[in-house]
């Protein structure tokens, strides 16, 4: 059974500083995905990982992908405060072709303070 | 606005009534999914739908009933819920087995069982 794991589940951070997310899973797959949850809102989606060693930039996040590892990283440069939400990371097992049935991580929920 | 779209937005039911969820994608897609997403766990696949057929259940008590006519809704049909079963329901869509972009997901139904 895929399982997927995230570090920390609880973040805050300072505007302006630094900090990665940590994406763990359990067995191979080439897919992950980053999505984005406001309180109360939907998921919304941030990155598509397709390979190993793919790198995704958009603004002050940056997502990467190793396979070997089973490892994906979402980084953080210079925090603000529009940046507080819920971050999850899915992976797709790709067990068949029909649908793709992600196993999503338990999120880690940002919070940016002034 | 998201391509899916997820009625109602609010539901307060009661442990002995009837009520339906309903999804509607307006992208195309071929999948579509409902997922529990409750305080303090991890996002829960429940259902999967591949061109109207369903391909999963994730071991959903019966009390959850979905329906599919079409690839394009989707509903989740409710009855003598527990007051467990509060949480956001949120519907998702994708194009299927080889897509690579992910789910599309609605904003969701927050259910209270009473």
């Known amino acids: 059974e895929l399982k997927v794991e995230q570090n920390p589940l609880f973040l805050s951070m300072q505007e302006g500083k630094n900090y990665t997310i940590y994406c763990n899973y359990s067995t191979t797959s080439d897919r992950l995905y980053w999505y984005r949850q406001d309180p109360g809102k939907s998921l919304e989606s941030l990155f598509v990982l397709l390979s190993n060693g793919a790198v995704k930039q958009e603004g002050r996040l940056m997502a990467s992908l190793d396979t070997k590892a089973r490892l994906s990283t979402l980084h953080i440069t210079a925090a603000v405060h529009d940046l507080s939400a819920t971050y999850f990371c899915?992976?797709?097992?790709?067990?068949?072709?029909?649908?793709?049935?992600?196993?999503f991580g338990p999120g880690t929920r940002l919070s940016v303070l002034p | 606005e998201t391509g899916v779209t997820q009625t109602p937005r609010h539901l307060v039911m009661g442990m002995t009534n009837k009520k339906s969820l309903k999804c509607e994608q307006h992208l195309g897609h071929n999948a579509m999914y409902w997922y529990k997403q409750s305080a303090k766990k991890p996002l829960e696949l429940m259902f999967v739908?591949?061109?109207?057929?369903?391909?999963e259940n994730n071991s959903v008590p019966s009390r959850f009933s979905p329906e599919c006519p079409n690839s394009s809704h989707l509903f989740l049909h409710l009855h003598t819920l527990q007051p467990e079963d509060s949480a956001l329901y949120l519907c998702a869509s994708s194009q299927g087995g080889g897509d690579i972009y992910g789910y599309t997901f609605g904003s969701g139904t927050r259910l209270t069982v009473v």
């Open positions: 739908y591949n061109f109207k057929e369903q391909t």
């Open positions: 899915a992976v797709d097992p790709r067990l068949n072709n029909y649908g793709q049935n992600f196993v």
